[in-house]
């Protein structure tokens, strides 16, 4: 450890024998009972390929992690360190690495966590992977590996995670996946995979990421109904068809926005998703109405249904979601009032029913949304004065009306608007209040298209 502590020698790491001759207490360094070191903590200290062949003399050592540091090539390191047996936990994310992922990771069988991601590695994933078979962890993200996810991948009946998120994969998602029966995460977003997603996918999978690729295909009746899966996101991808009705009950999050889905959004379910607290269908083709069962699901924070074909009124039963702190329904066919009982949500921070055909008044009792910084109600059909009482509005930032039937003078206004204010294309007439100078704050402000006097403001 003297020539590590030389070699390794910067003020970030104060490693110092002649202050503590003692390694097990440094910096990063975790010792055994026998006071054998087998934990590295080395990461963000700038190290350099140069330091490693000195770490990899510590034979008793099996948690590496130098991450977040400066290292520029993998050879060297395999070559002397793969020579430690006991070599559990491996950590080279951040660095500056590049070459492809060596096929060959050392003698040590033992390995279980590999952590190679946001680094420079390409071409694909070697096949050899598989040979290592005590791997529970493989994080491979933010690189620019290429290919196919290779079959024998399957092999590895300890993988517990496997995310391989944002690099340039193709090809198919392989089926024999489903058959790992301790994956509990599997994460392969921002690539770019092609084809079906494979039947019993979640069979065991708790968290399931396919977004940002490009499956097509309908989501097979199973994929959201075992009982263990928590959260989905397959949304940015060529998917067709409808929602299955059954979904599982442990369900926390559900992402099927901006696919080409459709048929009428499945309400059977809603009662019994005790845990799910995002729901995103937006910018799908979904027609029908709003479920007005989606009011029993007590801890929705997030609810998008924006953009698409949705018609009928808006249900009241929302005004139960008293979690609820995004409500996003903009760019669909919705009709009828405002319903009061929207006033209800007291933890709402922002609600978009813009560019539907909604009708009726805006609820004076909206000044009760104490939490609410954005509100648009933009082009609807949208009848009256605005109520006096939302000034009392207080966290409200933007306020966007543009576009209605409303008529008479402007109340005064809540003080903290700022990123914008547009009353544009209604039928607002008199004077322009002079308290609108009191929102210094304000970035836009459009008054355009109403009927306001000449000697205004």
């Known amino acids: 450890m003297i020539t590590l502590s030389q070699q390794l020698n910067n003020s970030a790491l104060g490693w110092d024998v002649a202050k503590q001759p003692n390694p097990c207490l440094w910096k990063g360094v975790t010792c055994s009972k026998s006071s054998l070191i087998t934990q590295l903590s080395l990461s963000g200290f700038a190290l350099s390929t140069y330091n490693l062949p000195v770490v990899c003399e510590i034979s008793s050592l099996y948690s590496l992690d130098l991450s977040n540091n400066a290292l520029s090539s993998i050879s060297e390191f395999i070559k002397d360190c793969g020579g430690i047996h006991g070599l559990k936990s491996l950590n080279l994310s951040k660095n500056w690495l590049s070459g492809s992922i060596p096929s060959h990771l050392g003698k040590s069988k033992a390995l279980e966590q590999l952590v190679l991601s946001e680094n420079n590695f390409s071409g694909e994933i070697p096949e050899q992977i598989a040979d290592y078979g005590n791997l529970t962890l493989i994080d491979f993200s933010v690189n620019n590996l290429s290919g196919s996810i290779p079959h024998r991948i399957g092999e590895l009946a300890n993988l517990e995670v496997l995310i391989l998120s944002e690099n340039n994969l193709n090809g198919g998602i392989p089926a024999n996946l489903s058959s790992i029966s301790t994956l509990s995460r599997f994460a392969a977003n ?104 989606l009011g029993d699901c007590q801890t929705l924070t997030l609810l998008n249904l924006a953009q698409n074909k949705l018609n009928g009124s808006l249900p009241a039963q929302l005004g139960n979601l008293k979690s609820l702190q995004v409500m996003k329904l903009q760019l669909n066919n919705l009709s009828g009032d405002i319903p009061v009982q929207f006033s209800l949500l007291k933890n709402l921070s922002q609600l978009n029913i813009s560019w539907n055909s909604l009708t009726g008044l805006i609820p004076s009792s909206f000044s009760n949304l104490q939490e609410l910084t954005n509100l648009n109600l933009q082009h609807n059909y949208l009848s009256g004065s605005i109520p006096d009482s939302i000034r009392n509005m207080n966290s409200l930032i933007e306020l966007q009306l543009g576009e209605n039937q409303l008529r008479g003078r402007i109340p005064s206004l809540p003080v903290k608007l700022q990123i914008a204010l547009n009353l544009s294309s209604n039928l607002f007439e008199g004077s322009i209040p002079h308290s609108l100078s009191s929102l210094t704050g304000l970035e836009v402000l459009d008054l355009s298209n109403n009927k306001f006097s000449v000697n205004s403001f």
């Open 190 to 293: 921002h690539n770019n995979f092609s084809g079906s997603i494979p039947g019993g996918l979640t069979r065991y999978v708790k968290n399931l990421d396919l977004s940002y690729n490009k499956l097509t295909g309908s989501i097979l009746e199973d994929l959201l109904s075992f009982t263990n899966l928590q959260t989905v996101d397959l949304s940015y991808n060529l998917l067709e068809g409808s929602i299955p009705d059954k979904m599982s009950p442990s369900l926390v999050r559900l992402r099927l926005g901006s696919n080409s889905l459709n048929g009428v959004i499945p309400s059977a379910n809603f009662a019994t998703l005790e845990k799910l607290t995002g729901l995103e269908l937006d910018n799908n083709s979904f027609t029908g109405m709003i479920p007005p069962e």
